[in-house]
């Protein structure tokens, strides 16, 4: 709508002998201020931060979680095809009323959304919550089902919680990388139908509207991402399944079986402590032992591996930048998909591994931090950088009204540095950040057993950095606190109301010592930065 039609209102305000000026300062305030509205709109519905957050909520296994974002990964590609086409199919039913189509398109959507989140609000929540116990309620997830007692219900602040987020080494290397590579998507994002137009230019080569190629493109993007995702979740899962089945040869509790090549085995879950014992001696077998190549495939290995292979279509993509190879540029795309877009849901769940490091550090869980620090970044990068593209292609003459053979060459070159090059550095840069990324899937499964063991009381190393890391306060005020005094007849005739205000209190004791040295890392860290 803000692309198609103000960018052509104001252009039809105007004669081909216009200066460039006057119409790059309405159109870029218009669309920035439109742009801003919506942002700040969508913002104030709580609706993205919690569910995006939910992932790192339901399980802590790895696997588990890769599967589950690939699963989120797949049906949110499939409506990004369906908002890809569904606009050109309403433009060709209402015969190019772009205003018309794009409305009714908006009205269809919206629509929708809403009666879906009202299905879920109204039936599911209340049926999971009924199915734990809680009828009326939500359903409890990974939280604790006491809140007041929870470690994970926290009173820190937002400068606080970020703070916490960038003492997080391993999450600050994914978010630097992520920021640099979303500088360059949100520098073309909007363009495409711009590029399409004047530098593909299919119109004028007998290869149909620009309008249509717009839409295949972001169709094939889209598609070959959704069949390309499970393939790399699968390659993303292989480095497990290697380990369990050395361990399994080598213990000789069985034979191997034809389904342990494609998934991990029963072993991998089963027992009382849920298999934490087999995947410890697993991983530390592949350590000791000379492994295979696959046993070090995991998720950071794939994400590095699909990024690395997309490059090389950047720079032909580059080379291919001229008027008729509109074919050339589908299968480019096709080929962008079939790498980086399909392991571009990696990040996620190797955001929620962050999430389990800075637990095992600090203590907390700080779901909604990390995960706002990371998707709020593109939205405020979205609007400058929108309105810098636009008075980029004003300054080099462009002008709406002008056919695409008769546009100068500077928005031609101009369309190309915005579309392909900017995107191509920003996302070498990126890589050579993420490569630094150094939590892996072995390094997470020692996190969690790190974790295990100070949430039990016990002392362990951390397993990136080699700190100490101390049990956990509440466990030792819990020891501390025990009513060891008391004879054997006065600790009869204590009633279940005095141990419950007892407990009470030793958890807000142990409240104020976690607050207390939230309070010492910040004047730390404050001192730090000063």
């Known amino acids: 709508l803000l692309f198609l039609n103000v960018v052509d209102a104001a252009g039809a305000q105007r004669t081909p002998t216009s200066t460039p000026g006057v119409f790059s300062t309405s159109s870029v305030l218009i669309i920035t201020a439109t742009y801003l509205i919506g942002e700040i709109l969508k913002a104030l519905v709580p609706v993205g931060l919690p569910w995006m957050s939910l992932g ?62 009202w299905i879920l609000a109204c039936n599911t929540v209340p049926a999971t919550a009924a199915a734990h116990g809680r009828p009326g309620g939500c359903a409890p997830l990974y939280e604790s089902r006491d809140a007041a007692s929870s470690t994970r219900q926290t009173s820190v602040s937002f400068v606080a919680g970020i703070m916490l987020c960038m003492t997080n080494g391993p999450y600050m290397r994914l978010w630097c990388a992520h920021a640099v590579d979303s500088l360059g998507g949100v520098l073309a994002e909007g363009m495409l139908p711009f590029f399409v137009q004047y530098v593909l230019n299919p119109q004028d080569h007998g290869q149909g509207s620009y309008e249509f190629w717009v839409s295949t493109l972001l169709c094939i993007g889209f598609a070959s991402s959704a069949v390309a995702t499970p393939i790399w979740e699968w390659f993303a899962g292989e480095g497990a399944r290697a380990v369990a089945r050395q361990h399994i040869l080598r213990t000789g509790v069985r034979p191997l079986r034809g389904e342990d090549w494609f998934r991990l085995p029963q072993e991998w879950w089963a027992g ?66 079939l790498t980086v877009g399909g392991t571009h849901f990696l990040i996620r769940p190797m955001r929620a591994d962050c999430i389990d490091y800075a637990q095992l550090r600090t203590g907390l869980r700080q779901e909604a931090s990390f995960v706002m620090m990371m998707e709020i970044l593109p939205h405020f990068l979205r609007i400058p950088s929108t309105a810098l593209s636009l008075a980029l292609l004003s300054q080099c003459g462009y002008h709406p009204a002008l056919p695409a053979g008769a546009q100068p060459r500077a928005v031609r070159k101009a369309l190309v540095v915005i579309l392909v090059v900017a995107p191509m550095v920003c996302s070498i840069c990126a890589f050579m950040i993420a490569y630094s990324y150094p939590l892996t899937d072995r390094l997470h499964e020692h996190v969690l057993r790190a974790l295990s063991v100070v949430e039990s009381g016990g002392d362990t190393k951390e397993p990136i950095t080699g700190g100490l890391v101390v049990g956990r306060p509440k466990d030792r005020a819990q020891e501390e606190k025990s009513p060891t005094s008391e004879s054997g007849a006065e600790a009869d005739a204590i009633t279940m109301d005095v141990l419950a205000q007892e407990e009470g209190q030793q958890e807000m004791a142990c409240d104020s010592f976690r607050v207390q040295t939230l309070q010492d890392e910040l004047r730390r860290l404050r001192k730090l930065l000063w």
């Not at 790192?56 to 797949?74: I, N």
Request: glycine content about 10%.
């Open 272 to 337: 009382k402590d849920s298999g934490e014992v087999f995947r410890a001696a697993a991983f530390r077998g592949a350590v000791y032992e000379s492994s295979s190549w696959n046993t070090a495939v995991d998720k950071r290995f794939c994400w590095l591996a699909g990024w690395a292979a997309a490059l090389p279509a950047a720079v032909a993509a580059y080379a291919a930048a001229s008027p008729g190879n509109t074919a050339v540029f589908c299968a480019l795309v096709a080929w962008g998909g």
């Open 56 to 117: 790192a909520e339901v399980t802590q296994d790895g696997s588990s979680r890769t599967s589950l974002f690939t699963v989120r990964s797949v049906f949110a590609l499939f409506g990004h095809g369906i908002g890809a086409s569904a606009p050109m199919l309403l433009l060709w039913y209402m015969n190019n009323d772009r205003f018309a189509a794009f409305s009714a398109f908006v009205a269809i959507a919206g629509g929708l959304l809403v009666v879906l989140f």
